[in-house]
């Protein structure tokens, strides 16, 4: 009689299991798409984090978040590149960004290209902390050596006049590189260098770019 009852015990048991097994099983058949949708999203996340230019498909997504260049714009602004910043190289060979078009496709003959433009606001946004960090801590400091007089000694006054004025600060004063100090260094410099008529970087393609810096 006993045996009986441990024998029932056990049938019920795995009567429960698998009846807690089916329910289950239904549950995620009726929300596949639901669950696949979120996997898929934790995914992006993850590889959008550590994206670099191999990763990208050759769809260029220009400073309006259109595809395709902005053929009409400035040669920074078409290029992605509102910074104008040189092609790059390391031990002879090209040496690219994330997000950085490969020379060999690379259309401009001087300048990088990249593939979305807030992959270009972050390359600017790159280059200006590091000079925060060699102890250029100002706009006169930045701007010298972004466009040396070397260069053009008086387009370079302009320049960080124009910069300091933007950033309603003095020429001298020290800044320290917060991100709403990156973002408006950067929009100054995006406008100097291809129009001061028109506000290339956004408050959105600014946030984006500062948020790729990590």
């Given at each position: 009689?006993?045996?009986?009852?441990?024998?029932?015990?056990?049938?019920?048991?795995?009567?429960?299991?698998l009846?807690?097994?089916?329910?289950?099983?239904?549950?995620?058949?009726?929300?596949?798409?639901?669950?696949?949708?979120?996997?898929?999203?934790?995914?992006?996340?993850?590889?959008?984090?550590?994206?670099?230019?191999?990763?990208y498909?050759?769809?260029?997504?220009?400073?309006?978040?259109?595809?395709?260049?902005?053929?009409?714009a400035?040669?920074?602004?078409?290029?992605n590149n509102?910074?104008?910043?040189?092609k790059?190289?390391?031990?002879?060979?090209?040496?690219?960004?994330?997000g950085?078009?490969?020379?060999?496709?690379?259309?401009?003959?001087?300048?990088?290209?990249?593939?979305?433009?807030?992959y270009?606001?972050?390359?600017?946004?790159?280059?200006?902390?590091?000079?925060?960090?060699?102890?250029?801590?100002?706009?006169?400091?930045?701007?010298?050596?972004?466009?040396?007089?070397?260069?053009?000694?008086?387009?370079?006054?302009?320049?960080?006049?124009?910069?300091?004025?933007?950033?309603?600060?003095?020429?001298?004063?020290?800044?320290?590189?917060?991100?709403?100090?990156?973002?408006?260094?950067?929009?100054?410099?995006?406008?100097?260098?291809?129009?001061?008529?028109?506000?290339?970087?956004?408050?959105?393609?600014?946030?984006?770019?500062?948020?790729?810096?990590?």
């Amino acid at each position: 009689m006993g045996t009986v009852k441990i024998l029932q015990d056990k049938r019920v048991q795995l009567g429960l299991a698998l009846g807690a097994f089916g329910v289950i099983s239904f549950v995620v058949y009726v929300n596949r798409k639901k669950i696949g949708e979120v996997a898929s999203t934790a995914t992006e996340k993850i590889v959008s984090a550590t994206k670099t230019t191999k990763a990208y498909s050759k769809q260029i997504i220009n400073y309006l978040g259109q595809i395709g260049q902005a053929t009409k714009a400035p040669r920074g602004i078409k290029n992605n590149n509102p910074g104008n910043i040189n092609k790059t190289t390391k031990d002879g060979k090209p040496y690219l960004w994330n997000g950085e078009v490969p020379h060999e496709e690379n259309t401009d003959s001087r300048f990088k290209q990249f593939y979305d433009f807030a992959y270009g606001v972050r390359a600017l946004m790159l280059n200006l902390k590091a000079y925060f960090k060699n102890g250029k801590d100002s706009v006169r400091k930045i701007i010298s050596t972004w466009a040396p007089a070397s260069e053009n000694k008086e387009s370079t006054e302009a320049y960080i006049n124009y910069v300091a004025g933007q950033l309603k600060v003095k020429p001298d004063s020290t800044l320290l590189p917060t991100e709403k100090t990156l973002s408006a260094i950067a929009k100054a410099i995006a406008k100097f260098e291809n129009g001061t008529s028109t506000e290339w970087v956004s408050d959105a393609t600014a946030k984006k770019a500062y948020s790729l810096l990590t």
